[in-house]
């Protein structure tokens, strides 16, 4: 059965501090996400991976960083956190890269800024 | 400007009815649309899928058509059960470019009365 996990499950922060959501899937994928998942808004890319060394921004990258140093893991990193970042961010692998690719989530991360 | 949207933020039926969740696209490029079903406190999970190339995937109680010509699709749950109480994301997929990333639709929370 794949596997993601994500780290911390919950996070508390405050405005202005440095914030490092980790990611570790065993699936083996080369291809791995960041997500957002706002009330109104679903499910929003943040970052995501071809491979290790790999990142690209995807469609709300600003405020994020993100960081693929190998196969397994993938972290999120919020340099200066602030509150409008509050979210519950899902981090996912996808098994395909290519059309039919299933992605498969960790159960998140809920995040707070304060 | 959303290129896949989900018509019904929220969705009430009795159990036994049909559930029907609908969606429209705005990229004729994309050509794979899974569902993924999202429990509370969990991270969204690949439910069914179904290629362009098709009009209709069944599996199980839950079965989607799909309009090509319209942009369309619906999910349809047959025989609702209060389980299937969650929040259904529409995602598409293409070949653009090379990049296959899906993009998701804002979910419908669906809630099944006993």
């Known amino acids: 059965e794949a596997a993601v996990t994500q780290s911390p499950r919950n996070k508390v922060a405050v405005t202005g501090g440095k914030v490092t959501l980790s990611c570790n899937q065993t699936n083996n994928h080369n291809n791995m996400y960041w997500y957002r998942q706002d009330t109104g808004h679903g499910l929003r890319l943040i970052h995501y991976?071809?491979?290790?060394?790999?990142?690209e921004k995807g469609d709300i990258p600003d405020g994020y960083k993100a960081s693929r140093p190998s196969q397994e893991n993938f972290s999120l990193i919020l340099e200066l956190a602030t509150p409008s970042q509050t979210s519950v961010y899902f981090c996912?692998?996808?098994?395909?890269?290519?059309?039919?690719?299933?992605?498969?989530f960790g159960h998140g991360t809920k995040l707070s800024v304060l | 400007q959303q290129q896949v949207r989900q018509s019904s933020q929220s969705l009430t039926v009795w159990e036994g009815e049909t559930a029907i969740l609908n969606c429209s696209y705005e990229?004729?490029?994309?050509?794979?649309f899974p569902w993924y079903q999202q429990f509370p406190g969990e991270g969204p999970a690949l439910l069914i899928a179904i290629r362009s190339v098709s009009d209709k995937k069944e599996d199980g109680r839950f079965t989607i058509f799909f309009n090509k010509r319209e942009k369309n699709l619906s999910l349809h749950i047959k025989d609702s059960q209060p389980g299937d109480s969650a929040t259904y994301f529409c995602a598409a997929s293409g070949a653009s470019g090379g990049n296959y990333k899906p993009t998701f639709g804002k979910g419908t929370s669906l809630v099944v009365h006993p």
């Open positions: 990229n004729s490029a994309f050509d794979y």
């Open positions: 996912a692998s996808g098994d395909a890269g290519g059309p039919n690719e299933r992605l498969f």
């Open positions: 991976s071809y491979g290790a060394g790999s990142t």
